[in-house]
């Protein structure tokens, strides 16, 4: 379940940092868009981008927010990804996350797939 404090966070704008793990145990970190999707965290990406391929291989995520209202109050979420979404059931999570940062639609000039994460360890502020 989310918190209601890392869902307000997670339904604004704030762009997250998503971090995977690359196929040698290392990090690999990129800003994602992010939404909420019931009691799950949502992010789009390419279904062969590094990210998709690492999660895909691997599940665990961490991503981690700074509040557009309080940057000083990070977010903090472990998960992992539970499921994958494609074609109409992605692009009505994709069109939604789209218009809350850029007011529209997302185009359709690249395949997108979303990744539904799990959240297992939420944090607010400073630990």
Do not use: C
Not at 14 to 21: D, E, N, P, R
Not at 53 to 77: G, H, K, M, Q, Y
Request: net charge negative; no cysteine; glycine share 8%.
């Amino acid at each position: 379940m989310l918190d209601p404090d890392v869902r307000r966070v997670l339904d604004g704008t704030s762009i997250a940092h998503l971090a995977t793990v690359l196929p040698d145990g290392g990090p690999h970190s990129v800003p994602v868009w992010v939404g909420t999707h019931g009691d799950h965290i949502v992010i789009l990406t390419g279904p062969g981008s590094r990210k998709a391929r690492n999660l895909r291989r691997d599940p665990r995520v961490a991503l981690s927010l700074t509040p557009v209202d309080n940057p000083f109050e990070p977010v903090i979420v472990r998960g992992r990804v539970i499921e994958w979404l494609e074609g109409d059931a992605a692009w009505t999570i994709i069109d939604q996350i789209a218009e809350k940062y850029i007011g529209q639609p997302y185009t359709r000039d690249q395949e997108r797939v979303i990744a539904v994460i799990e959240p297992e360890q939420q944090t607010v502020g400073v630990s």
